[in-house]
């Protein structure tokens, strides 16, 4: 209950009596709180109190509001750890989620950014394929990935086989050897229509994840850029002390 009395601010003893019931499993991913107003009434606080303690829990993750509808508990943040290259498909087959994607564009191109062929150390006569494709796991969207592939290493390469497993592809039908990659990690926004493609709001934050993957003998293979749900996804690393 709320003890007025205590040094603890009201805000955050409510927070934590919110936790309490979710780790009881009283709320459960999907459901619907009770109004500002039936809080207030219910522990006897004032309703700016009450915003005060939801609005610590949304910026958490642990919560999120739809306009105009009210409050909701989100489901957990997928931990993905940096430990290792691994796809998504695998990362969610190992999380008992189902992978799928939705492809939004497949095309063979000469590779006109610069950018990307200094990554890829390519000219402007090489081909690279460029693929864009919403990531989903049991059908809800998780990112947003944008690929230049390298179209020496697979020539033949077409639509229905991006529409799953790139890597599986890669390495058990063309038969390379994927050695390493690079990746790196920033906070950015999106566009109106991306927010529409992850079903976040227009103003919502993600992680802009940067990968450059290499064969086994290090020759540069793809450049990925991915925008994933910040309230659905979260990154760790094992940091061992340098001495």
């Not at 009450?50 to 409050?71: F, P, W």
């Not at 969610?92 to 890829?120: H, Q, W, Y």
């Not at 063309?174 to 050695?179: D, H, S």
């Amino acid at each position: 209950m709320i003890n007025k009395q205590s040094s603890i601010p009201i805000y955050y003893q409510l927070a934590e009596l919110i936790r309490e019931r979710l780790a009881a499993g009283e709320y459960v991913p999907g459901d619907m709180l009770p109004s500002e107003r039936e809080f207030s009434d219910r522990y006897d606080i004032s309703r700016m109190t009450v915003r005060q303690a939801i609005t610590s829990l949304v910026n958490e993750g642990i919560l999120h509001r739809k306009k105009g509808t009210g409050t909701f508990v989100s489901a957990p943040k997928i931990n993905q750890t940096l430990g290792g290259l691994t796809s998504f498909s695998e990362d969610m087959k190992a999380r008992g989620l189902t992978p799928s994607n939705k492809l939004l564009r497949f095309e063979k191109v000469l590779c006109t950014r610069k950018d990307i062929r200094d990554i890829l150390n390519l000219t402007e006569e090489d081909y690279v394929y460029e693929i864009e494709r919403v990531r989903l796991a049991d059908n809800q969207p998780m990112a947003i990935e944008s690929i230049w592939l390298n179209a020496r290493f697979v020539p033949d390469l077409h639509r229905d086989i991006v529409q799953s497993s790139l890597y599986d592809y890669l390495e058990k039908e063309a038969g390379l050897v994927i050695g390493e990659a690079t990746q790196m990690l920033e906070a950015s926004i999106i566009s109106f229509e991306e927010a529409e493609l992850l079903k976040v709001n227009k103003d919502a934050p993600v992680l802009m994840i940067e990968r450059h993957t290499y064969l086994q003998e290090g020759t540069p293979l793809e450049v990925v850029r991915s925008r994933y749900r910040a309230d659905r996804y979260r990154f760790s690393v094992d940091l061992p002390r340098l001495r």
